[in-house]
């Protein structure tokens, strides 16, 4: 697991490297990035994968006594993360709590985006489920999903300029 430094602390996060499309997975709250090990495992032949493992819970190491953790300044910290892996053209993937944190961070920074994916929580579940499904079934779901995403976003262009307006202005 790497190691970046942050305003607030240091945040340890997954990185697959590669040259692929940039999916960024987000979490919950009490979880860490290993919630991601099986979609990370699926998509890092194709995508570069991340996951950093916030101050959601389930994080190692303590942030700054005086770090604000609401969760619009942990939107703005993984907003941080992505400026400083200087990344763009990201997809972003977020579940339960991290769901939140990624609409936060369109509304902060819509233009680092191209795509978003939000997967039912129960996705990524291991519970028995009533249908028999495995989690197995759940993760080539999600799977699709950012396939499906990355297929449509590469046969039309961006959203419109309007469309990020609407969402930065909805954000304050």
């Known amino acids: ?10 945040i340890e996060y997954e990185d697959t490297g590669g040259n692929g499309p940039v999916v960024v997975l987000l979490y919950g709250f009490l979880m860490d990035a290993s919630l991601w090990d099986g979609e990370i495992s699926d998509h890092s032949v194709d995508h570069r994968c991340l996951a950093p493992t ?4 389930a994080h190692r190491h303590p942030m700054r006594a005086e770090a604000d953790l609401s969760l619009r300044e942990i939107a703005r910290l993984a907003a941080e993360f992505l400026d ?27 233009a680092r985006m191209i795509a978003s994916c939000l ?19 759940h993760r080539e779901a999600l799977s699709g999903d950012v396939r499906s ?19 930065a202005d909805h954000a304050r």
Do not use: F
């Open 1 to 10: 697991m790497r190691e970046i430094e942050q305003a607030t602390g240091s």
């Open 54 to 57: 916030l101050p959601l819970g």
């Open 84 to 110: 400083r892996l200087d990344l763009g053209n990201v997809t972003l993937v977020g579940n339960d709590t991290g769901g939140a944190l990624l609409q936060l961070l369109i509304c902060q920074d819509a």
């Open 119 to 137: 997967p039912p929580a129960k996705r990524l579940t291991t519970t028995p489920r009533p249908d028999g499904k495995s989690a197995g079934a």
């Open 149 to 167: 995403v990355h297929a449509a976003n590469a046969a039309e262009a961006a959203p419109p300029p309007a469309d990020r307006v609407w969402m």
